[in-house]
């Protein structure tokens, strides 16, 4: 006789019951879709982000200085000794 088949009508304890570990393709978790979609957004807008200051280096050169003012430029020659013309 086989051992399943005489115990067919006992109840099988739920820790010993072989169906219970089987595993049926649901789908995927809706949590796991939501990270993944909000992940390749964010993984996206970063290499986006990196292409555009690359590209940004290349065609736009240095940055332009800002005129020195009147002011500060007489107040450095006051502190080498140089007299300001006009003085």
């Known amino acids: 006789m086989d051992f399943e088949e005489e115990f067919a009508d006992q109840h099988v304890p739920p820790s010993f019951d072989p169906m219970k570990n089987v595993v049926t393709a649901k789908g995927l978790n809706p949590g796991l879709i939501v990270l993944l979609v909000i ?16 590209h940004a280096q290349k065609t736009l050169g240095p940055k332009k200085k800002k005129p020195v003012s009147k ?14 013309p006009g003085e």
């Open 71 to 84: 002011k500060k430029m007489k107040r450095e020659r006051l502190k080498q000794g140089v007299s300001a």
């Open 39 to 54: 992940g390749g957004l964010v993984l996206a807008f970063l290499v986006g982000n990196y292409l555009l200051y690359m």
